[in-house]
């Protein structure tokens, strides 16, 4: 970082790293070890989609990238399209191939300013969701437990634990502020 960079308080932009989605699978077999936490098998990544005919295309591409399972494509109710992919809950390798996949192709053609992120769905045994999420922007990827989506809760508590059980297999998101909420993310 150049001296006139740092006088401005000017940072270098993080760019983001696809491959550290492989490292989910390591990151749920410690959470299925330490915090009874196991895979749903539902993946997602999220974007702002833009319209038109190029988009059908291209999920077209990603549903043949996928060995013919088209992603269910979902919207928000804060404009953003997720789109899901959906594995057996005991193949999360299948599953972070099929998201490193969904995400290369999205960038590819040029939607990757407009990746959020992508996420994995837990949940515990006495049905507590959780979600890994990994910011696209930030390359770092945080917990998100909620408890209550209509009152907008969340599980603070297990978020750090599942920070400090999972901080050697992934790269966490040191700043919490940049833990935002994915309400009514799939899979979760």
């Known amino acids: 970082m150049g001296f006139w960079n740092a006088l401005f308080g000017r940072s270098k932009q993080v760019e983001p790293n696809l491959d550290a989605l492989f490292g989910l699978p390591t990151a749920a077999l410690t959470l299925e070890a330490s915090a009874e936490m196991h895979p749903t098998g539902v993946g997602a990544v999220c974007f702002r989609q833009a319209e038109g005919g190029p988009f059908a295309r ?3 591409e990603i549903t043949e990238l996928l060995g013919g399972a088209e992603p269910e494509e979902i919207k928000d109710d804060y404009g953003y399209t997720w789109l899901v992919v959906k594995r057996a809950p005991d193949d999360m390798s299948a599953l972070c191939t099929d998201l490193h996949s969904v995400n290369s192709t999205l960038e590819a053609a040029g939607f ?6 992508t996420t994995i769905g837990l949940r515990s045994d006495d049905a507590r969701g959780l979600a ?4 696209y922007k930030r390359g770092t990827f945080y917990p998100f437990a909620p408890v209550d989506s209509r009152a ?5 508590a297990l978020e750090l634990q599942v920070r400090a059980l999972v901080g050697g297999d992934l790269t966490i998101e040191p700043d919490v502020s940049r833990w935002f909420p994915v309400w009514g993310a799939p899979g979760i």
């Open 152 to 156: 907008q809760r969340r599980d603070n």
């Open 58 to 60: 291209l999920k077209s």
């Open 112 to 117: 990757g300013p407009s990746l959020l992120c």
């Open 132 to 135: 890994l999420v990994y910011l």
